[in-house]
């Protein structure tokens, strides 16, 4: 699987949102100006990435994803995971907790998720 873009996660963020849709659909939902061909590029390298598939009506496409978010979020977690935290999920949290991206009062939460489930 191939690490996207930002645009290209911009654009599957729209496309899980929607479940499927048309570049003309997506568009709108898009930060900043974003113009049509420009999107609809975006999309046809998605699909060659095979991130998306369509169904044909004549000469216009509805675009749909071939990977779930929570597959592609694992992916990448995880690579990210070993390639900078020695693949390890205490030194993951960690480097968040020294860079103040998460309160003890959610880290006290991951705990008592962490309890919940082991009971």
């Known amino acids: 699987m191939e690490k996207l873009t930002q645009k290209e996660e911009e654009v599957m963020q729209v496309l899980w949102q929607l479940k499927q849709a048309f570049v003309k659909e997506i ?41 779930t978010m929570e597959d592609y979020r694992n992916k990448f977690v995880n690579n990210a995971m070993t390639s900078y935290f020695n693949n ?22 991951i705990l008592e998720m962490i309890e919940s489930k082991n009971k």
């Open 88 to 109: 390890s999920y205490k030194n993951m949290v960690s480097f968040f907790a020294k860079e103040e991206k998460i309160t003890a009062t959610e880290l006290r939460e």
């Open 27 to 67: 568009v709108p939902l898009l930060s900043g100006t974003n113009h049509y061909n420009t999107v609809s590029t975006i999309v046809r390298k998605l699909e060659e990435k095979a991130y998306v598939g369509y169904e044909a009506f004549g000469k216009t496409h509805r675009y749909f994803p071939l990977i």
